[in-house]
């Protein structure tokens, strides 16, 4: 089995900072693309960010420049540093991760159970 815990969610005041966690746990071989997905209130979940193992990024264009990715392959641990935060930036922040897995040899695709963030104006 392989778990993803996400953490770090919480309530801050528009012009605020927070930074989510998620670490991936279980049988794992390797992890490869990590990525963060968020859906708001009312809407459909969206893509936020994603990092290779090798560290390259890609953001929603809407992001860029306030939110940042990262990752720490050792603790199969990935994270988002979100600036300046908006209340429209409120909603359930997923983690998602690509993971190989070798019962049987494959990638497979899991999620997190979701953080909750809020943005109060």
């Known amino acids: 089995q392989v778990q993803l815990v996400e953490s770090g969610g919480g309530l801050v005041q528009a012009g605020g900072a927070l930074r989510l966690s998620c670490a991936a746990s279980?049988?794992?071989?390797?992890?490869?693309?990590m990525a963060w997905y968020r859906q708001s209130p009312g809407k459909e979940r969206e893509f936020v960010a994603t990092i290779y193992r090798g560290g390259t990024t890609t953001y929603a264009d809407s992001l860029k420049g306030r939110f940042t990715i990262s990752r720490d392959n050792a603790k199969n641990t990935v994270y988002l540093q979100m600036n300046a935060l908006k209340p429209e930036d409120t909603g359930v922040y997923y983690c998602?991760?690509?993971?190989?897995?070798?019962?049987?040899?494959?990638?497979?695709?899991?999620w997190g159970q979701g953080t909750q963030v809020t943005v109060s104006s």
């Open positions: 998602n991760a690509k993971i190989v897995r070798d019962d049987p040899w494959s990638e497979y695709d899991y």
């Open positions: 279980g049988h794992i071989f390797m992890v490869n693309g």
